[in-house]
């Protein structure tokens, strides 16, 4: 995890912030309700989040035109592009935190985290 926070930190954004402009490049925009319970991000930690990423300029509020009372929070271009800066980060950061672990450790190390996530090995 820190390892994680110090690569999402060089481009100037926290990892929660990073996850979130994971999930809105994939998925598109959405609520920050939506966000906050997709992601497992505590609700007012995801509106901290939400208006740091705001006043950058990686993201943008739009009134919902299905429900006026709501916002759905969409990816800017910039946001698009320091998400595309930092996911070229994301291998290296890998390689590096594991590194001491051979190509078969590293495959059990996997397979055991994908039991712990799902209750299951894949």
Not at 62 to 84: C, W
Request: include cysteine; charge should be negative; proline fraction near 4%.
């Amino acid at each position: 995890m820190r390892t994680a926070e110090d690569a999402a930190a060089t481009h100037g954004i926290t990892l929660a912030q990073h996850t979130i402009l994971q999930m809105l490049d994939t998925a598109g925009p959405a609520s920050q309700q939506a966000l906050s319970d997709e992601l497992r991000i505590d609700r007012s930690t995801m509106v901290r989040c939400i208006d740091a990423l705001e006043k950058a300029g990686h993201v943008q509020r739009h009134r919902d035109p299905a429900d006026r009372r709501a916002y759905a929070v969409h990816i800017t271009d910039g946001g698009r592009a320091l998400l595309g800066e930092a996911e070229r980060e994301v291998p290296g950061t890998l390689d590096r935190t594991l590194a001491p672990l051979t190509g078969q450790e590293r495959a059990e190390l996997t397979r055991l985290l994908a039991k712990l996530v799902t209750g299951t090995a894949p």
